[in-house]
Nanobody, 127 residues
């Protein structure tokens, strides 16, 4: 069983930055594909970013490209989401997700393909 714990959310003004962290309890963290999703009030959960277990080219939804960066530290069992130039429309609960093994590029964006989820951390961006 893998447990994920997000941290780093908060309230920030538009244009500001936050760094989210997701710590995993799994001893095989390095074999997991890790993703970040978000859910705004009244909206469906949407894909934000993902990174393979081996690192390599990450994946991003178009609305965050150039502003957000996903990275992972397998030695610390932690994945990060650096969020810069935040906008009010980035306001949501952000969730960390893990999937054992690889996912094809067209599957990393689908939340049902992930096995484990954190409890979420709130990000609020004021205008």
């Amino acid at each position: 069983q893998v447990q994920l714990a997000e941290s780093g959310g908060g309230l920030v003004q538009a244009g500001g930055s936050l760094r989210l962290s997701c710590a995993s309890s799994g001893r095989t963290f390095s074999t997991y594909t890790m993703g970040w999703f978000r859910q705004a009030p009244g909206k469906e959960r949407e894909f934000v970013a993902a990174i393979k277990w081996s690192g390599g080219t990450p994946y991003y939804t178009d609305s965050v490209k150039g502003r957000f960066t996903i990275s992972r530290d397998n030695a610390k069992n932690t994945v990060y989401l650096q969020m810069n130039s935040l906008k009010p429309e980035d306001t949501a609960v952000y969730y960390c997700a893990a999937r054992l093994g690889m996912l094809a590029a067209n599957l990393v964006t689908v939340y049902s393909n992930y096995d484990y989820w954190g409890q979420g951390t709130q990000v609020a961006v004021s205008s």
